[in-house]
Each structure stands twice: as C-alpha cells, then as structure tokens.
C-alpha cells in the first residue's frame, strides 16, 4: 500500500471515529427511564415512611436486624456515594472506548435487585452503629435522602451529557447504569422496610 493509499485510508479512519462520536448514545428515552424511576422510587419511600411513630422508626424484627429509620439512613449514606461517584467519573470525560465492552442495563438491574442479601460495607452501615443518635433521625434521614435524589433528578432531566459514555474506572458501569443503581438500591430496601412493617411484632402506632 503506498503512502497515498495509507493517507486516504487514514483520513477516512478518523472521520468514522469522529462521526461515531458524535452519535449520541444516551437516547431521550433512557432519560425518560431513569427519571421515571428515579421519581417513582423517592415517592414510595416517602409514602411508606410517612406519618410513622418514633415506635415504629425503631422497631427491629430482632437485634442484628435494622430499623426503618437505620434502613433509610443507609438509603441516604449510599446515595450520597453514588452521587459522588457519578460526578468524579463525569469530570474525566466520554471513555469511548468501553461502549463496545459494556454490560447490559439488565444485568446491573439484576444484581442490584436480587434476593440474595448483600453485606454492607462499615462506610455505608447506619450511623447509628457507631454514634447514639445516629448522624440523623428519623424525617431528618427522609429530609436528606431527598435532597440528593432531587438534585440527581434536576441533574438528569436538563443533562446534555451522554450518560452511556461515561465509565467507571476500568470501564464497568456506565452513569446511566450507575443512575439504575441509584434507584434500584432504594427499590432494594423499599422491599426491606415492607418486611419489617409486616412483622407481627411491628407496632400499630
């Protein structure tokens, strides 16, 4: 192949590359998904800690079990990592060169979601592990779990960025796979804070 031939050839590698950047993955329907969820799932976890008794916060199926309050406060310590870690892989840019290798949206999902229990790490177990009162209470834990996820709903619904060529380090999760753990770590535990209400032993009032 002569140096011409090599020279077109090459221009016409990096205008492909180019152009295939350009495509933006992240479709208004993924937007669409992540928003829908990411607002169903806060509002549930509203509605199943609205109105509860200080009882009923603190009421554990047995010892090592948690309570509806340690469970949201864990909601809340975990989405303020996740949070954190959304905008640390934002800042170092598209990593275009995962998107051929990433996982499915469904295998995230699935791991977020299934039955097997998850061990927490000690950085995202309650607080109240290791202070008295914990690093809030009660409607204080609801109060700040929902100033984050509100501000990760402004953040997806006016976000220009691709969040499908975004990575975490090594090229895991995607960011708009990350935002599917976001919700579906609450959706987790919605399923946790159900079966502690239906605990014969859980109070009335």
């Keep these: 192949m002569n140096k011409k031939v090599c020279l077109i050839f090459m221009v016409f590698q990096l205008a492909f590359s ?14 669409k998904y992540l928003l829908d969820n990411l607002i169903r799932s806060r509002d549930e976890l509203v509605k199943e800690t ?13 010892p090592d079990r948690w309570s509806i309050n340690q469970i949201v406060e864990h909601i809340a310590i975990w989405e303020l990592l996740l949070d954190h870690d959304i905008s640390k892989q934002l800042g170092k840019g598209p990593q275009w060169e995962y998107v051929k290798t990433a996982k499915a949206d469904s ?14 790490t ?72 159900r079966k502690v209400k239906q605990h014969p032993g859980y109070p009335k009032s």
């Design 122 to 193: 000690d950085y995202t177990k309650p607080f109240t592990y290791t202070l008295p009162m914990g690093l809030n209470d009660l409607k204080n834990n609801v109060a700040w779990f929902l100033k984050m996820r509100n501000e990760s709903v402004a953040y997806v619904t006016g976000t220009q960025d691709d969040l499908r060529v975004y990575f975490q380090i090594g090229g895991g999760s995607n960011m708009h796979q990350r935002y599917i753990t976001v919700f579906g770590h609450t959706d987790r535990h919605l399923r946790q804070i």
């Design 107 to 120: 295998v995230v999902l699935g791991f977020i979601m299934e039955e097997e229990k998850h061990v927490s």
């Design 18 to 31: 180019a152009q295939a950047q350009e495509t933006k993955l992240w479709t208004e329907a993924d937007r």
């Design 50 to 62: 609205k109105g509860l008794s200080k009882a009923q916060w603190e009421f554990k199926e047995s």
